[in-house]
Nanobody, 119 residues
Framework: QVELVESGGKTVQPGGRLRLLCVAN????????MSWYRQVAGKERELVAN????????AYADSVKGRFTISRDNNKKEVYLQMNNLKPEDTAVYTC????????????WGRGTRVSVSS
C-alpha cells in the first residue's frame, strides 16, 4: 500500500525551528522527485521546496529561501524539511508529495502535518 506519512508539526514561537519528517511506505522514493507543499485554509497550496531523485538539486519558494532546507535519505525512504527562523506566515498544513518528474504534478501525497507559528 502506497503511503506518505508526515510528522513533526507543532506550535512554535516566531524565530523557532522545526524539522518535518515524511516517511514513505509501499514504494521506493529513489524513483521520485519529492517535495513539500503547504496550504492555509481558503488559500491555494504553495510549493515550498523540492528535491531531485538523488538529492543533488533543490529548489525553494522565495518566501522560505535561506530559512528552510529540504533533504532526503533514500535508504530510509525519508524526506525532511528543516525549518529555521519560523515566521507567523509559515503557519500552514505541510504535505509531502511525490512527482515522477521535476516539472510534473504530484501524483501522491500524505495527510499533512500542522505547523503553527505564534507567540
Amino acid at each position: 500500500q502506497v503511503e506518505l506519512v508526515e510528522s513533526g508539526g507543532k506550535t512554535v514561537q516566531p524565530g523557532g525551528r522545526l524539522r518535518l519528517l515524511c516517511v514513505a511506505n509501499g514504494f521506493s522514493i529513489n524513483n521520485y522527485v519529492m517535495s513539500w507543499y503547504r496550504q492555509v485554509a481558503g488559500k491555494e497550496r504553495e510549493l515550498v521546496a523540492n528535491i531531485t531523485k538523488t538529492g543533488d538539486i533543490t529548489a525553494y519558494a522565495d518566501s522560505v529561501k535561506g530559512r528552510f532546507t529540504i533533504s532526503r535519505d533514500n535508504n530510509k525512504k525519508e524526506v525532511y524539511l528543516q525549518m529555521n527562523n519560523l515566521k507567523p506566515e509559515d503557519t500552514a498544513v505541510y504535505t509531502c508529495r511525490r512527482h515522477s518528474t521535476w516539472w510534473g504534478e504530484p501524483d501522491y501525497w500524505g495527510r499533512g502535518t500542522r505547523v503553527s507559528v505564534s507567540s
